[in-house]
């Protein structure tokens, strides 16, 4: 999609297919278009940041240790992932180690992936680097009339959870829903959208605010560090934390 302009009866969108430029009608429009969204632009322009100072950062590397091929390791430790959790999986022949923090992002990711070094034996190298980050502000934005946003284009991203998959393909159905009830009284669909994504955005409210506050806690705990260590922001390495090293490891 390359544009689109909402008329009276409808909504207006470009279209180029290879080298082919076309232009549809239509009545309803679902934006599933992901975190840089045209159409999230076009409606809604003061959703986006100029720049994101939070995001998260994957390491993939080459080499070995004692970690399990098949296992996905999250590891629940605020030294090492203050806003959700951190990660170890290996994706076709690369190991990926990462984290997502709200500042000092390198920082972070290069103390996980040194501890799991220790902690694994792990013996590699760094083959590349990937950062992500939200361009998205303001929270969730579900879209106007009858053009419904859903996804990452709505900001569904749950931050203290870390997942978003699973509230794209809800929102996703409750889209088609509310363009079907929308059908049936004439009623702009973004009415009964928003009344079905109510739950949704409350949850994300509750968990928005959870992320906040551990956010804190973790900024007294080094600022509380600084004052006596010679390290301060040098956490515990993981023989230290011992049992505080939750890993969840699933056969998938
Ligand atoms: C590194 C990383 C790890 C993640 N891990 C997890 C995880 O473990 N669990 C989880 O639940 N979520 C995870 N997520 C988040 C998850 O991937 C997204 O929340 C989810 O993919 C959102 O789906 P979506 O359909 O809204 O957007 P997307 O998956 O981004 O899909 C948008 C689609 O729209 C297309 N598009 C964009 N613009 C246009 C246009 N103008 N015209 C036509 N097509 C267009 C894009 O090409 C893309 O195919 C992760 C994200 C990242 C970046």
């Not at 009866?9 to 934006?31: C, P, V, W």
């Not at 030294?79 to 709200?102: C, H, N, Q, S």
């Not at 579900?142 to 749950?158: R, V």
């Not at 702009?188 to 928005?208: D, H, L, T, W």
Request: proline share 4%; hydrophobic share 35%; with cysteine.
């Amino acid at each position: 999609m390359i544009d689109f302009e909402q008329a009276n009866d409808g909504i207006r969108i470009q279209l180029q297919i290879g080298t082919e430029s076309r232009e549809i009608f239509t009545r309803y429009l679902i934006a599933a278009d992901g975190m840089s969204s045209k159409i999230r632009k076009k409606l809604h322009p003061d959703g986006f940041l100029q720049k994101t100072p939070k995001g998260a950062m994957n390491y993939y590397c080459t080499g070995e240790g004692d970690l399990d091929p098949n296992g996905l390791y999250m590891v629940n430790i605020k030294e090492y992932a203050p806003i959700m959790f951190a990660w170890i999986y290996k994706k076709d022949d690369l190991w990926v180690i990462g984290t997502g923090a709200e500042y000092d992002l390198k920082g972070y990711a290069d103390r996980f992936y040194d501890d799991v070094g220790e902690k694994y034996n792990f013996k590699g190298e760094i083959a590349r680097k990937e950062g992500f980050a939200s361009p998205l502000k303001g929270g969730v934005y579900l879209g106007e009339d009858n053009i419904l946003l859903c996804g990452d284009a709505a900001g569904l991203l749950d931050a203290y959870r870390g997942v978003a998959m699973d509230n794209a393909a809800l929102s996703a159905r409750f889209a088609v829903q509310a363009i079907l009830d929308a059908e049936k009284t004439g009623t702009k669909a973004i009415s009964y959208y928003v009344q079905k994504m109510g739950p949704m955005k409350r949850q994300m409210v509750v968990n928005e605010k959870s992320v906040r506050l551990s956010l804190l806690r973790m900024k007294c705990i080094i600022w509380h560090k600084s004052a006596s260590d010679s390290d301060p922001c040098r956490p515990p390495n993981l023989e230290q934390v011992g049992q505080r090293f939750r890993t969840m490891s699933a056969t998938y």
